[in-house]
């Protein structure tokens, strides 16, 4: 079952403007991924967070994570055309080898 | 980082035909591997937990005798469409974590896009 929500569920921005996703979850994580994928394709792993950080940057990512009310977000910064994606957060439970359980995700237009 | 194949990357079949996609960890060892399923503009939904050498476990709503799965080694689980109906094109994605990383990065094959005609 899908742990919790992205929103918003879509999202057009004009390239060079700042896109920002949120996500939501049930249960006690371990950490928290966020994905990307193009329409048809694979999936890319952008970032994880682990529960005992609150924010984490890669290139123009910024990850933020607030285990008290259990809700991460994804800041994209000076989108680009290419960043056009579905985006979605992914978490894993604290106890055992459990899997990701995959939010609904973002589908993001960034647009030239 | 590490590598997970899927073979094949598509399939079109006749329904009431079984499909077999194969899912390999290229440069790691992999206890557990996890099918995931995926319709269009929609999320991952996770199908099953495969595990090395002992039965998978499925997730509620998900016919085991329909989506055999077997995880012979630890760099190799399958997955068996039987009788495959329209209904069950999808794009079916696998993923592994290296067994020795504990709960780290689950590295995703490329998918494998079945369509039942």
């Known amino acids: 079952s899908q742990q919790g929500e992205e929103d918003p569920q879509a999202l057009s921005i004009q390239e060079g403007e700042n896109a920002t996703m949120n996500c939501s979850y049930k249960?006690?994580?371990?950490?928290l991924q966020w994905y990307r994928q193009n329409s048809g394709r694979g999936l890319v792993h952008l970032i994880l967070?682990?529960?005992?950080?609150r924010e984490k940057h890669s290139g123009r990512l910024r990850v933020t994570l607030d285990t008290s009310k259990k809700s991460s977000s994804l800041l994209i910064t000076a989108s680009r055309a290419a960043d056009t994606a579905s985006y979605f957060c992914?978490?894993?439970?604290?106890?055992?080898?459990?899997?990701?359980?995959f939010g609904k995700g973002t589908r993001l237009s960034v647009i030239a | 980082g590490a590598v997970v194949s899927q073979h094949p990357s598509w399939v079109i079949c006749k329904s009431g035909t079984s499909v077999k996609i194969e899912c390999r960890s290229l440069d790691f060892q992999a206890t557990t591997m996890f099918w995931y399923r995926q319709f269009p503009k929609q999320s991952l939904m996770l199908m099953a937990t495969?595990?090395?050498?002992?039965?998978?476990?499925?997730e509620q709503g998900v016919e085991k005798d329909k989506f055999l799965i077997n995880h012979a080694s630890l760099t190799l689980s399958t997955l068996t469409v039987t009788s495959a109906h329209p209904e069950d094109s999808s794009f079916y994605i696998c993923s592994a974590r290296d067994s020795g990383q504990g709960v780290g990065e689950q590295f995703f094959g490329p998918g494998t896009r079945l369509t039942v005609l």
């Open positions: 967070i682990r529960s005992n950080e």
């Open positions: 249960t006690s994580i371990n950490n």
């Open positions: 992914a978490t894993v439970r604290t106890s055992g080898n459990t899997p990701l359980v």
């Open positions: 495969s595990n090395e050498g002992s039965k998978a476990t499925y």
